[in-house]
C-alpha cells in the first residue's frame, strides 16, 4: 500500500465516505481511514431521509410549559439519564440561547446553501456509485390523529415555503390513498415531496466507498486517535503501518470533539442518542412512504431490511448502556398504526447524533494548523448534508470559488 498522500480522510461515515469522494474528484490522491466497517457507526441507523425540507434545525423548547414537560422525562420525542445532565448542562444552556426565535431564523438561513444543494449533490455520488436503486424519490409525510395539531402543521408549511419547500397539504381522504394500511384515524397530514429516502443508509455507503476505491482512493483500518502532525503533512497508524498526507479531514461524527480537542479545537459537541428497528410487516400490507407520526413522535420508514421505527432524542453518555425506553413505547403505538410484524432484530439498534449548540455543522480548516480540516457535527441532517459538506471541503482545499459562503460553520466560532 502506498504510504503518502495528498490527503486522509478520518471517519467512513457518510460524511467522511462523500468528502473523501468530492476531494478525490479534484485529482488527488486519498487514503480513507476508520476504526471499523464504512457506514457502520451513526451512519448505519438513521431514518433515510436526505431531507430537503427541513429549514429549521430541531429547536430547544423555549416555553416554560414545553420545558417542563420535558424534565418530567416522560415525553416519546426527548429523554434524558440525569447522571449525564450535568455534564451536558453547558451545552443544553448554549442550544436554549441559540433556539431562540431571532437566533434559530439566522441559523436557518446560514443552514440554507447546504439544504438548497443537499439533493442535487447527493444525486451526483449516487448515480456515479450506480446508487439509483437505493433511492426512492417519494419524500415523507408527518401526519396527525387531531385537527388542532393540523392547524399548526400547516402553518409551519407556510414558514418554509418561502425558501422553496414543495408540499401537498393531503386530508384523511388523499392520505389514506397514499397509505391504504394504515389503520389510525388521521385528519391530514402534510406530504413533503422534495426529499429523497435511502432505503438501506449502509449500502448507500458501502456504494460510495466501491466509488471511492474504484476510483484508485485507499480505505484502510486505523485509529485516528493515532494522528499527528509531521514535517508539512499529517501522520496516521493504521493496520498497514503509518501513513502521511499533506492534508487531514476529521469527519469521525460524534467520536470528532475529542479528537479535535487534543490538537486544541474546544467543541462543545452534544450527544443525542437514537434508536431504530426493522419489522416485518403483516401479511401484505406495505408503507408506500417515510412517515412521521406526529403524535407518537417517531419515523416509519419502508426499507429493504423492513419497515424501520426510529426514535426522537435522548440525551445521555455516547458510551453509556443502551435505554430503548422510548423504542418500547413507541412500539405498540406503531403496532396501532400499521400491522407491523415480527422485529427483525433481537434488540433496537443504538447511535449518536453528533450535534453543536448552535444547530450548524463544522466544516473548514483548522486555524492553528497547516492542512488540517473539519466535517462533522451535522446532528440530525448528516445523512443530508453528507455529500453538499464534502464540497464545500474539497473546494476549499483546492482554492475554488465556495458555492458558499463558509463562514457560519467554522470552528473558531466556539
Ligand atoms: C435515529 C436516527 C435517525 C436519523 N435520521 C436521519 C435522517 O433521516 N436524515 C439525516 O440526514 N440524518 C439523520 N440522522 C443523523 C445522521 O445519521 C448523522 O448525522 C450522520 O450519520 C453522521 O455521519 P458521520 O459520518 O458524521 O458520523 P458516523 O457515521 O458516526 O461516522 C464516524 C466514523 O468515525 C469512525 N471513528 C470514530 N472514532 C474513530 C477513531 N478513533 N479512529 C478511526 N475511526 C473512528 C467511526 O467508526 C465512524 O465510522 C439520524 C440519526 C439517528 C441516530
Not at 446553501?113 to 433511492?135: D, F, R, S
Not at 392547524?151 to 407556510?158: A, F, G, H, S, T
Not at 406530504?191 to 480505505?219: I, M
Not at 435505554?323 to 413507541?330: L, R, V, Y
Request: include cysteine; proline fraction near 7%.
Amino acid at each position: 500500500m502506498q504510504k503518502n498522500y495528498d490527503c486522509l480522510v478520518l471517519g467512513a461515515g457518510i460524511v467522511g465516505l462523500a468528502t473523501a469522494l468530492k476531494i478525490q474528484e479534484r485529482g488527488r490522491s486519498v487514503l480513507l481511514v476508520d476504526k471499523g466497517e464504512a457506514g457502520a457507526a451513526t451512519s448505519y441507523g438513521n431514518a433515510g431521509i436526505i431531507e430537503r425540507s427541513s429549514i429549521f434545525p430541531h429547536a430547544f423548547p423555549q416555553q416554560l410549559g414545553e420545558i417542563l414537560s420535558v424534565i418530567g422525562n416522560k415525553r416519546l420525542d426527548v429523554r434524558f439519564h440525569w447522571n449525564a445532565l450535568m455534564s451536558a448542562a453547558p451545552f443544553l444552556y448554549r442550544y436554549w440561547r441559540a433556539s431562540s426565535p431571532e437566533r434559530h431564523l439566522e441559523t436557518a438561513k446560514a443552514a440554507l446553501p447546504l439544504i438548497e444543494n443537499c439533493m442535487a449533490e447527493h444525486m451526483l455520488l449516487v448515480e456515479a456509485a450506480g446508487a439509483q436503486h437505493l433511492i426512492r424519490q417519494t419524500g415523507w409525510l408527518k401526519f396527525t390523529r387531531n385537527p388542532e395539531k393540523m392547524e399548526k402543521y400547516l402553518k409551519d408549511l407556510e414558514t418554509v415555503k418561502p425558501y422553496g419547500v414543495k408540499a401537498e397539504v393531503v386530508d384523511a381522504k388523499g392520505f389514506a390513498l397514499k397509505e391504504p394500511h394504515i389503520t389510525a384515524p388521521v385528519v391530514g397530514a402534510v406530504h413533503y415531496t422534495d426529499p429523497a429516502n435511502v432505503t438501506d443508509p449502509q449500502e448507500l455507503s458501502r456504494a460510495y466507498l466501491r466509488l471511492f476505491e474504484q476510483r484508485g482512493g485507499v480505505f484502510v483500518k486505523g485509529d485516528a486517535r493515532s494522528m499527528d502532525p509531521s514535517g508539512d503533512g499529517w501522520r496516521v497508524d493504521t493496520v498497514q503501518g503509518a501513513v502521511t498526507g499533506r492534508e487531514i479531514v476529521l469527519a469521525l461524527g460524534p467520536w470528532s470533539a475529542e479528537i479535535a480537542g487534543t490538537l486544541g479545537y474546544h467543541v462543545p459537541l452534544g450527544i443525542k442518542r437514537g434508536y431504530h428497528r426493522h419489522y416485518r410487516p403483516v401479511g401484505n400490507a406495505v408503507l408506500n412512504h417515510t412517515l412521521y407520526d406526529a403524535d407518537y413522535s417517531y419515523c416509519a420508514a419502508p426499507m429493504l431490511k423492513g419497515v424501520r421505527i426510529t426514535t426522537g432524542a435522548e440525551f445521555a453518555f455516547r458510551d453509556g448502556p443502551p435505554t430503548p425506553d422510548q423504542m418500547n413505547e413507541i412500539e405498540p403505538l406503531a403496532r396501532s398504526t400499521f400491522p407491523l410484524g415480527e422485529a427483525v432484530e433481537a434488540d433496537p439498534w443504538m447511535g449518536s447524533r453528533p450535534c453543536t449548540p448552535d444547530m450548524l455543522p463544522v466544516i473548514g480548516r483548522g486555524s492553528k494548523h497547516k492542512g488540517l480540516w473539519f466535517a462533522f457535527g451535522h446532528s440530525h441532517h448528516g445523512l443530508t448534508h453528507a455529500a453538499v459538506t464534502g464540497r464545500l471541503v474539497a473546494e476549499m482545499m483546492s482554492g475554488e470559488k465556495t458555492f458558499c459562503d463558509p463562514t457560519p460553520y467554522r470552528i473558531e466560532r466556539f
